[in-house]
Protein backbone atom coordinates (compact mmCIF):
# COMPACT_ATOMS: atom_id res chain seq x y z
CA UNK A 1 0.00 0.00 0.00
CA UNK A 2 2.84 2.29 0.77
CA UNK A 3 5.26 1.95 -2.30
CA UNK A 4 1.80 2.44 -4.38
CA UNK A 5 1.17 5.28 -3.00
CA UNK A 6 4.54 6.71 -3.26
CA UNK A 7 4.27 5.62 -6.79
CA UNK A 8 1.23 7.41 -7.39
CA UNK A 9 2.61 10.66 -5.63
CA UNK A 10 6.22 11.27 -7.47
CA UNK A 11 4.16 10.11 -10.72
CA UNK A 12 1.94 13.15 -9.82
CA UNK A 13 4.86 14.96 -9.09
CA UNK A 14 6.66 14.75 -12.56
CA UNK A 15 3.42 14.98 -14.44
CA UNK A 16 2.78 18.69 -12.65
CA UNK A 17 6.36 19.89 -13.03
CA UNK A 18 7.25 22.55 -15.66
CA UNK A 19 10.04 21.82 -17.87
CA UNK A 20 12.98 24.53 -17.61
CA UNK A 21 11.14 26.55 -20.84
CA UNK A 22 7.47 25.85 -20.72
CA UNK A 23 6.40 28.96 -17.77
CA UNK A 24 2.79 27.72 -18.32
CA UNK A 25 1.91 30.22 -20.72
CA UNK A 26 0.87 27.79 -24.15
CA UNK A 27 3.58 29.58 -26.44
CA UNK A 28 4.49 26.02 -27.75
CA UNK A 29 3.56 25.96 -31.64
CA UNK A 30 4.04 28.12 -35.09
CA UNK A 31 2.99 31.11 -34.98
CA UNK A 32 2.24 33.69 -38.03
CA UNK A 33 3.29 37.77 -37.74
CA UNK A 34 0.92 39.96 -38.41
CA UNK A 35 2.37 43.24 -36.98
CA UNK A 36 5.30 44.72 -35.45
CA UNK A 37 5.56 48.58 -33.96
CA UNK A 38 9.12 49.55 -33.43
CA UNK A 39 10.05 52.28 -31.27
CA UNK A 40 13.43 54.28 -31.80
CA UNK A 41 13.89 57.53 -29.86
CA UNK A 42 10.99 59.85 -30.78
CA UNK A 43 10.29 57.72 -33.82
CA UNK A 44 7.74 54.99 -34.63
CA UNK A 45 7.47 52.39 -36.88
CA UNK A 46 4.53 49.75 -37.61
CA UNK A 47 5.20 47.06 -39.73
CA UNK A 48 2.03 45.23 -41.41
CA UNK A 49 3.38 41.50 -42.20
CA UNK A 50 0.29 40.49 -44.20
CA UNK A 51 1.20 42.49 -47.05
CA UNK A 52 4.27 41.58 -49.54
CA UNK A 53 6.08 39.06 -46.69
CA UNK A 54 5.23 36.83 -44.31
CA UNK A 55 6.92 35.58 -41.00
CA UNK A 56 6.48 32.31 -38.95
CA UNK A 57 8.03 31.77 -35.36
CA UNK A 58 8.12 28.44 -34.64
CA UNK A 59 8.40 27.47 -30.68
CA UNK A 60 9.14 24.08 -29.32
CA UNK A 61 9.60 22.76 -25.40
CA UNK A 62 12.94 24.46 -25.54
CA UNK A 63 13.80 26.20 -28.95
CA UNK A 64 12.51 28.86 -30.97
CA UNK A 65 13.31 29.55 -34.92
CA UNK A 66 11.54 32.41 -37.17
CA UNK A 67 12.00 32.48 -40.76
CA UNK A 68 10.60 35.44 -42.97
CA UNK A 69 10.42 36.40 -46.41
CA UNK A 70 8.67 38.53 -49.17
CA UNK A 71 5.91 37.29 -51.77
CA UNK A 72 7.58 38.25 -54.41
CA UNK A 73 6.85 36.18 -57.72
CA UNK A 74 9.03 35.31 -59.88
CA UNK A 75 13.30 33.71 -59.48
CA UNK A 76 14.81 37.58 -59.09
CA UNK A 77 16.65 36.88 -56.02
CA UNK A 78 18.73 40.03 -55.93
CA UNK A 79 15.56 41.33 -54.77
CA UNK A 80 14.34 39.05 -52.75
CA UNK A 81 14.44 39.55 -49.26
CA UNK A 82 14.76 36.44 -46.52
CA UNK A 83 15.81 36.75 -42.73
CA UNK A 84 16.43 33.84 -40.15
CA UNK A 85 17.10 32.98 -37.07
CA UNK A 86 16.70 30.43 -34.15
CA UNK A 87 18.12 29.20 -30.66
CA UNK A 88 16.94 28.49 -26.96
CA UNK A 89 14.71 30.23 -24.96
CA UNK A 90 13.52 30.35 -21.23
CA UNK A 91 10.33 31.18 -20.29
CA UNK A 92 9.46 32.35 -17.06
CA UNK A 93 5.49 33.52 -15.96
CA UNK A 94 5.53 36.28 -18.59
CA UNK A 95 8.73 36.87 -19.15
CA UNK A 96 10.46 35.08 -22.64
CA UNK A 97 13.80 35.35 -22.78
CA UNK A 98 15.47 34.38 -26.44
CA UNK A 99 19.46 33.77 -26.92
CA UNK A 100 19.94 33.67 -30.63
CA UNK A 101 22.38 31.03 -31.46
CA UNK A 102 21.82 31.46 -35.32
CA UNK A 103 20.51 34.04 -37.39
CA UNK A 104 21.47 35.33 -41.06
CA UNK A 105 22.32 38.89 -39.72
CA UNK A 106 25.07 37.73 -38.01
CA UNK A 107 25.56 40.48 -35.37
CA UNK A 108 22.40 38.93 -33.77
CA UNK A 109 24.02 35.92 -32.85
CA UNK A 110 25.24 35.19 -28.61
CA UNK A 111 22.29 38.31 -28.14
CA UNK A 112 19.69 37.38 -25.37
CA UNK A 113 16.38 39.83 -26.13
CA UNK A 114 14.05 39.40 -23.04
CA UNK A 115 10.35 40.52 -23.67
CA UNK A 116 6.95 40.09 -21.79
CA UNK A 117 4.36 37.77 -23.35
CA UNK A 118 1.01 37.05 -23.08
CA UNK A 119 -1.56 35.07 -25.01
CA UNK A 120 -4.88 35.98 -25.58
CA UNK A 121 -7.16 32.99 -27.48
CA UNK A 122 -4.76 32.58 -29.89
CA UNK A 123 -2.85 35.99 -30.33
CA UNK A 124 0.51 36.24 -28.84
CA UNK A 125 1.69 39.64 -27.91
CA UNK A 126 5.82 39.81 -27.45
CA UNK A 127 6.95 42.83 -26.09
CA UNK A 128 10.72 44.14 -24.99
CA UNK A 129 14.01 45.62 -25.94
CA UNK A 130 16.47 44.72 -28.29
CA UNK A 131 19.77 46.45 -28.21
CA UNK A 132 22.93 46.31 -29.55
CA UNK A 133 24.97 48.94 -29.59
CA UNK A 134 27.73 48.28 -31.68
CA UNK A 135 25.08 48.10 -34.17
CA UNK A 136 23.33 50.95 -32.96
CA UNK A 137 20.39 49.30 -32.49
CA UNK A 138 18.14 50.66 -29.04
CA UNK A 139 14.42 49.93 -29.70
CA UNK A 140 10.98 48.71 -28.12
CA UNK A 141 9.31 45.90 -30.19
CA UNK A 142 6.18 45.10 -30.02
CA UNK A 143 5.07 41.76 -32.18
CA UNK A 144 1.26 40.95 -32.74
CA UNK A 145 1.35 36.75 -33.96
CA UNK A 146 -1.43 34.53 -34.78
CA UNK A 147 -1.36 30.62 -33.61
CA UNK A 148 -1.50 28.90 -36.93
CA UNK A 149 -3.70 25.83 -37.23
Not at 2 to 7: D, G, N, V, Y
Not at 37 to 65: E, L, P
Not at 116 to 128: P, W
Amino acid sequence: MTKSIIALSLTASLFSCKGPASGGLPIQGTWQLISAKVVTKNDSTVTDYTKGQKMIKIINDSHFAFLKHDLTKGKDTATATYGSGGGIYTLRDNKYTELLEYCNARAWEGKSFEFTVSIINDTLLQTGIEKLPEQGIDQVITEKYLRVK
